[in-house]
């Protein structure tokens, strides 16, 4: 049986600046605070909960003072660095760069004259720790969309900036320029700004082209990762033999039975040593 590792599956260049970062800090003193879980994988985050690496909420965050906290690669509203700011805690910053060049976009078009500004229209996931970032940007005013039924909340007869969360997919996003731009009353100004992050957005090819060149197919992903579901419906649309699993424990020995090669991909949320136990897995079996 050929069992082979998709490469450009695992952390994308976000997570790993925040995994090393966290990994520094922890080698010089043992103990770190991260708001909210370092990444979508508990299998990760339970490998450096065992280094020191404390998860807290924005609750516990607020009770801190004088100590350092990560704020993870998804960012954070302004209200967390005012809080750190107050409390004396010290930020070690691992915002994806994708993600602070987008937060500085929505704040720039939120600056505008209150009656010159834009609705300002996020296309993503609400309550995901990324949207709470960008809505942040904006006193809170922003509409989030998560599909093109939710449009009806927004006003046609006002200028709209949209913006997209970095992972969302681009053929979404075409699909909401397209439906806004039907809806707009003549002459209203509609801006839109692709702010969808390639290393993310790109591997959708990549992955279904090596989900067709395997009989059965592993998407290693934690339970928690937006991104982690998308990339395996994608996986599932081209290979029916695609099964969803958190880690080397959860596979179940009918789906590789008679099979010739087996492939394991993961979410940008899954790290490559968990891919690599669920190779060793099915070669010792």
């Known amino acids: 049986m050929r069992v082979e590792i998709d490469n450009d599956s695992g952390f994308c260049f976000g997570v790993v600046t925040a995994i090393r970062k966290a990994e520094e800090e922890l080698e010089k003193t ?8 370092i990444v979508h994988n508990s299998d990760e985050v339970q490998r450096l909960s065992d280094k020191g690496l404390r998860i807290i909420t924005h609750e516990e965050m607020a009770q801190l003072h004088d100590v350092k906290v990560l704020l993870r690669a998804h960012g954070e509203p302004p209200a967390t660095y005012e809080l750190a700011r107050r409390n004396n805690i010290e930020i070690i910053d691992a915002t994806c760069p994708v993600v602070l060049r987008l937060q500085q976009r929505i704040k720039q078009s939120f600056a505008t004259t209150e009656n010159r500004r834009p609705q300002i229209v996020i296309y993503g996931k609400k309550g995901h720790a990324e949207v709470n970032g960008l809505v942040g940007q904006t006193a809170g005013e922003a509409i989030v969309i998560e599909n093109i039924a939710e449009l009806d909340r927004v006003d046609f007869t006002r200028p709209i900036a949209l913006y997209s969360q970095t992972t969302k997919s681009l053929t979404g ?5 397209d439906e806004i731009q039907r809806r707009m009353a003549p002459g209203v100004p509609f801006q839109n ?3 969808i992050c390639r290393q993310v957005a790109n591997r959708v090819e990549k992955l279904q082209h090596f989900a067709r060149n395997h009989d059965v197919i592993l998407f290693v992903t934690g339970k928690k990762s937006s991104n982690g579901k998308v990339l395996y419906g994608n996986c599932l649309e081209v290979n029916p033999a695609t099964h969803l699993i958190s880690n080397a424990s959860e596979i179940n020995p009918e789906w590789i039975e008679g099979a010739d090669s087996v492939g394991i991909c993961g979410a940008t949320s899954t790290p490559r040593w968990l891919m690599e136990e669920v190779k060793w897995k099915i070669l010792s079996r």
């Open 193 to 195: 700004y692709d702010t």
């Open 30 to 37: 043992g103990t770190l605070y991260c708001l909210g879980d």
């Open 173 to 177: 996003f075409k699909e909401v320029i």
